[in-house]
Each structure stands twice: as C-alpha cells, then as structure tokens.
C-alpha cells in the first residue's frame, strides 16, 4: 500500500506531497498515474490518497490576506465553498481517498456566536470528511456543547487521551479512541493535546492522559485485535510534539498534525518539510503533515 497526501487544505493555504516508504508492506516510488482501476489494500500497488485540514476556526466564509472579510477586488482565500469545489475538482470518485480534519473547527468568527456548532457541523458534513480529532477549541462550549456538537457530526470524532464526562442528557458519548476503516486498510487514532486542560474554559471537566503514553496502548491494541497493517495518527498536539511523539513510538505510519499552524514545504519560512520524515523507535519512518494557517 502507499499513501499519497495530495494537498492540505487548513484555512486557506494548499500543498503538495507524496509518501512512499511504508510499514510491513513492500513499496515503491508513486506515479502521476494512479493504478485503475483501484487495487484493493492489501495489494502493493495500492494508493490510498489523505486529504486534511485542520485550525480552520470557523472560516466559513472567504476572506482576504489580512484574515478580514474579502471585499471587491481583493484576492479572497479560504472558505467552506472553496474547500468544497476543490474537493469535488480533485477528490477522486473512483478512487480510495480519505479526508481528516485534525481539530479546531470550533472559535474564530461571528458564525460561531451566533449559531453556536450548527453552520461548522453543517459545512463539515457537506466536505464529507472521513474523521475528525478533537482539538482544544472544541472544548469552548463547554462538556455538553463539546457532546452536542459531534452528535451533529456524520462522520467519526476521535482522541485517544482524552476521558469526557458523560452527556448530561444521558446519551452516550460519539467520540472514540481510534476507528478501523477496513475498506481502506488503515486505522485512524485521535489525540488532543495536554493543554486543553489548562487553555480551555471546559478542559478541567475532562482528563488528558500523556499523549505518547495513550497513542502507544491505542496502537498496540489495533494491531493486537485487528489486520490492520497501517495507523494514521489525526493528531492536535502541535508540530514539535508530533515529531516527538513519533520518535518515542512504534507502530504509526502517518501523523496529520494541527493545533500548530506550521508551515511545511520548501518554501521560505517552512518550519520543516511536506512531509517531515522522523524515524520511530523501530527506525521506521513517520510521514508528518500539517496545513498552514493563512492569518
Ligand atoms: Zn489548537
């Protein structure tokens, strides 16, 4: 299986990359043609294309270089509507592909004052995300606006160190550790970072484990319970952590960063590159991503 990580979205700002080292499964350099049609993933010449946003804070609508609403003539950037008509111009139909939300969809506009979760999750559900973790922002209102908000969500929200309150409604709690995706041959875990317990008005409701500690039991028990051959880490704990989480573990493949903003590429001002390649506790490589954030 290989991994191609056509682009990253964040709120505005698109990069390119490839992955082609693997875990356990003999590779090669991909191509600008893809297999067709679609092999299946356990066959070597499979391609599984990752798309991934993350930090978009409520940037529902465009907006200009500043941040600021964008008005005639400016260069406009970002938006539900541009994410979608790239999606739909790029996203293969007939093709395995993947989008992750690497958290903190939640604080940043007006649209989250005045209709609380429900145009994010409305705009979310029509990108057809494939899973989102939680980031800290997520905690802003409140355990219960936390549970509301992914009750409104179609798709998977995830984070292995973190241990919610029950809803007060009674109903039980839609956020998990980490989900399998046979169809795909991978699994996807979440983690959140530490400091949400400290940085958001909520966080002290819920427990943060140690975020190494927490992907390493999720890891091992996917690949103790299932054939899954590859995890993706949808991580919110910022870049520098990232890198060192992957260091300090085995087991993960992919890391889809947030919380951090970084720029990654060959461009001026990177903070490293698209993708940054650690070597884990095995000596494996770890493919970290990450999209830059505009403002
Ligand atoms: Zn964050």
């Known amino acids: 299986m290989r991994f191609r990580h056509s682009f990253l979205l964040g709120c505005l700002a698109l990069a390119s990359g490839r992955a082609a080292a693997r875990r356990r499964v003999p590779t090669r350099q991909p191509s600008s043609s893809s297999p067709s049609p679609a092999s299946a993933p356990n066959e070597p010449d499979y391609v599984l294309r990752v798309y991934h946003m993350n930090d978009i804070h409520v940037h529902l609508d465009q907006f200009n270089a500043q941040g600021s609403d964008c008005g005639a003539g400016e260069a406009c950037f970002g938006g539900s509507a541009r994410l979608k ?55 802003d209102g409140g355990i219960d606006g936390l549970h509301a908000f992914v009750d409104m969500l179609g798709f998977p929200v995830l984070s ?17 550790r980490y989900r399998v995706f046979p169809e795909y041959g991978v ?25 190494i500690r927490s992907v390493q039991a999720a890891v091992d028990e996917i690949y103790a319970t299932t054939d899954i051959k590859r995890i993706i880490l949808l991580s919110h704990i910022g870049y520098d952590v990232d890198q060192k989480l992957a260091a300090q573990t085995t087991g993960l493949y992919y890391i889809v960063g ?3 903003d970084s720029l990654l590429g060959s461009m001026a001002g990177a903070e490293g590159r698209y993708p940054t390649v650690v070597r884990n506790k095995d000596w494996e490589n770890v493919f970290i991503v990450q999209a830059f954030h505009c403002q």
């Not at 969809?105 to 989102?132: D, F, P, Q, S």
């Open 258 to 260: 947030g919380h951090t």
């Open 187 to 211: 699994a996807v875990v979440g983690v959140t970072t530490e400091d949400t317990a400290l940085e958001s008005k909520a966080g002290h409701a819920a427990r943060f484990d140690d975020v």
């Open 85 to 139: 008509q790239y999606l739909l111009d790029h996203r293969p139909r007939d093709r395995p592909s993947m989008l992750l939300n690497a958290g903190d969809e939640t604080t940043g506009t007006l649209y989250y004052r005045a209709h609380g979760h429900e145009k994010i999750a409305e705009a979310l559900n029509e990108l057809n995300v494939t899973a989102m973790c939680l980031g800290n922002h997520e905690f």
């Open 160 to 176: 292995a160190n973190v241990h919610l309150p029950p809803p007060s409604n009674g109903r039980p709690s839609r956020v998990g």
